[in-house]
């Protein structure tokens, strides 16, 4: 399936999945069961996540103090650090011989093709949750009252809040302020950790294969009837455990070679066949991304090996993306509200240095998310 066919399946998709939750509001109120549905967005309050937070907060208060403490200083680091990325980034583009790290929007099936969006969104629950409950535990520790919590789903993306009392977050001491607003960064970045120790200790760090996630439609490993999700490790014998590998033994082999797969179904006979682009040179038949297969130290066998590793593998990414991007200081994200508050305990006239670094931290965005979509950037 193409990009554009992904996003008309896409859209239809939604608008059928809205359509009927519309209709089933009519039919049963939503509302009493504590759903609130309103055009493409349906919010739930959890008085049990509430209340988690609320015992969470009671114990290891030592912890969470302490804990808190640390978050600052990583949120500030991760400010840092976040508007280095983008300043950087972006003088990449301009650079000879540099290419900048696309910086784009998620949109399904514009920016990223539909086969990633379960694990995406299981990562952005896990990294919301998770963001949220830091914010609100650390805020009853620090004498905030929560006044709910609450799960949403906006248009297709998943995502939560905490929304604490106001009038005792502003009379709460800076350095009060400071821990509640870093806590969700600071999780993020605790459990991304968590996930690379995960990676590093459930996976062989090296790869031995490909992990065939798109097939050259007519090419030879469809019509070998091999499909995304299987793992190619050797080509007549030759072990491929990247896709340089499999590129240099592609160099000597003419189209209509016979060939012969080893792979997760077990072994392929197939012919190679010629390039549509470069007619002299064979290839198999894989297309791009290519995603390289780590073998489990648990012994699940080659699918659960691979959905076990993207899952992980997605985590780490939302992860750490989530912790440093939402501490830049532009309005609507945390790192909004720290620099506030971080520059009023320092500085008379605050307001000015703020609303530059502000303005500054948007604009790098901005221009990151524009040069990366003008230079041609492919969905992942």
Not at 55 to 66: A, I, M
Not at 131 to 148: L, P, Q, W
């Amino acid at each position: 399936m193409t990009p554009p066919q992904e996003v008309w399946l896409l859209a239809i998709g939604l608008v059928v999945f809205w359509l009927l939750v519309y209709l089933l509001n009519r039919a049963i109120p939503l509302e009493r069961y504590g759903f609130r549905v309103e055009p493409f967005l349906i919010r739930y309050e959890s008085r049990r996540f509430k209340a988690f937070l609320e015992n969470s907060s009671k114990k290891n208060r030592l912890f969470w103090k302490t804990f808190s403490n640390i978050g600052i200083a990583l949120a500030a680091g991760l400010m840092i650090f976040a508007l280095f990325f983008l300043t950087d980034n972006l003088t990449k583009f301009f650079r000879p011989g540099e290419v900048g790290s696309p910086v784009v929007p998620v949109l399904p099936g514009l920016t990223l093709r539909l086969y990633w969006l379960p694990y995406l969104i299981l990562a952005v629950v896990v990294a919301a949750v998770t963001h949220e409950a830091a914010h609100g535990i650390v805020a009853r520790v620090e004498g905030v009252s929560i006044k709910s919590a609450a799960a949403f789903l906006l248009a297709i993306f998943p995502g939560g809040y905490v929304d604490l009392d106001q009038k005792e977050f502003e009379t709460s001491s800076t350095t009060s302020k400071l821990r509640m607003i870093s806590a969700g960064s600071a999780i993020n970045l605790s459990t991304w950790f968590l996930v690379f120790l995960s990676i590093s200790g459930f996976f062989v760090q090296s790869p031995s294969g490909i992990v065939v996630i798109e097939v050259l439609e007519g090419g030879p490993l469809e019509r070998a009837g091999l499909r995304r999700w299987d793992v190619i490790y050797a080509v007549n014998d030759t072990p491929i455990r990247t896709y340089q590998d499999l590129s240099v033994f592609m160099v000597n082999v003419e189209p209509a070679t016979r060939l012969v797969l080893s792979t997760s179904r077990g072994s392929v006979p197939i012919n190679a066949a010629p390039d549509p682009d470069e007619p002299g040179r064979a290839i198999i038949g894989i297309r791009s991304p290519v995603v390289l297969y780590y073998p489990s130290r648990l012994g699940l066998g080659f699918f659960w090996d691979v959905q076990l590793y993207l899952t992980l593998s997605w985590l780490f990414i939302v992860l750490v993306n989530l912790a440093v991007f939402s501490m830049l200081p532009i309005p609507i994200f945390d790192g909004d509200k720290f620099l506030q508050y971080f520059l009023q305990r320092f500085i008379k006239k605050a307001e000015p240095v703020k609303t530059f670094l502000s303005a500054a931290a948007l604009f790098l965005m901005v221009a990151n998310m524009v040069l990366s979509l003008a230079g041609g950037f492919s969905p992942f």
